[in-house]
Nanobody, 126 residues
Framework: QLQFVESGGGLVQPGGSLRLSCAAS????????IGWFRQAPGKEHEGVSC????????YYADSVKGRFTISTDNAKNTVYLQMNSLKPEDTGIYYC???????????????????WGQGTQVTVSS
């Protein structure tokens, strides 16, 4: 059974940084596309970043390009999201989830993703 445990969230001032971790169990990362999604208060889920460790491909939402970096440590079966230059609009609950590997593209098509973790809260505020 695929399972994720997210961690690393917290309260940070605008311009600050956080690194989120997503520890996977029940499967190996190289068979899936792993995605980070977020849900801001009163808004729908948004695909933030996705990665295929098999193909080394990534996807970033326009709102986070140049600020966030997704990576994997296959030995630890863990996916990371390094978030720099954080803005108040980055506030939300961040979740990770998996989609089966469909090809080289690491697409963040949310309906395809399952096995959602419990999420970790990120709050960007002064």
């Amino acid at each position: 059974q695929l399972q994720f445990v997210e961690s690393g969230g917290g309260l940070v001032q605008p311009g600050g940084s956080l690194r989120l971790s997503c520890a996977a169990s029940g499967f190996t990362l190289d068979h899936y596309v792993i995605g980070w999604f977020r849900q801001a208060p009163g808004k729908e889920h948004e695909g933030v970043s996705c990665i295929s460790s098999t193909y080394g491909t990534t996807y970033y939402a326009d709102s986070v390009k140049g600020r966030f970096t997704i990576s994997t440590d296959n030995a630890k079966n863990t996916v990371y999201l390094q978030m720099n230059s954080l803005k108040p609009e980055d506030t939300g609950i961040y979740y990770c989830a998996a989609d089966r590997l469909r090809g080289p593209q690491a697409a963040c098509v949310m309906p395809r993703f399952g096995s959602w973790g419990q999420g970790t809260q990120v709050t960007v505020s002064s």
